[in-house]
């Protein structure tokens, strides 16, 4: 698996944009999606909207995915 970024594009706002996140980050923001029943552009929204201004969006996304998969592993401890 790759280590470099992979662009997708998805619709916020009613705005195409595109995102760079490593393959893994990706495979574990579509599995939250599907685990929240979202579409991916509505949790991206969500994480969008709940960003600060100091942090761009990909880099909230893969904070967002750190955080889900910690919490998943204090859970289940």
Known sequence: MSARPVKHSVTLHGHRTSISLEVPFWVELRAIARDKSLPIN???AEIDAA???DS?????IRVYVLEVLK?????SE
């Open 71 to 75: 919490e998943r592993l204090s859970t």
């Open 56 to 60: 761009g969006l990909a880099s909230a």
């Open 51 to 53: 960003r600060g201004m």
């Open 42 to 44: 509505a949790l991206v």
